[in-house]
């Protein structure tokens, strides 16, 4: 049974930083690329970061120079280091792998921006 647990997620004033990880099991954590979503209220969920098994990675635009996604294999861990963050930064933030044929979601974590 696949499951995907985030945490990190939280109220931060603008400019500061939070760190979201990912905690997996039932998967072979190292062979899969791990992604970052998130959800705004009112819009689509969007792409944020993905690091490859390899551990190259890509991030949207709106968060390149800012956020960093980075992977733990002996943990079976993904996180993501949120710098420099914005309003626009508020969603719920979610973490997804695509394994079998079937793509996986946590429950997701609140991330609130404000003053």
């Known amino acids: 049974q696949v499951q995907l647990v985030e945490s990190g997620g939280g109220l931060v004033q603008p400019g500061g930083s939070l760190r979201l990880s990912c905690a997996t099991s039932?998967?072979?954590?190292?062979?899969?690329?791990m992604n970052w979503y998130r959800q705004a209220p009112g819009k689509q969920r969007e792409l944020v970061a993905v690091i490859t098994s390899g551990g190259i990675t890509n991030y949207a635009d709106s968060v390149k120079g800012r956020f960093t996604i980075s992977r733990d294999n002996a943990e079976n861990t993904v996180f993501l280091q949120m710098n420099s963050l914005k309003f626009e930064d508020t969603a719920v933030y979610y973490c997804?792998?695509?394994?079998?044929?079937?793509?996986?979601w946590g429950q997701g974590t609140q991330v609130t921006v404000s003053s």
């Open positions: 997804y792998v695509y394994r079998g044929g079937t793509g996986y």
């Open positions: 039932g998967i072979i954590f190292s062979i899969y690329a």
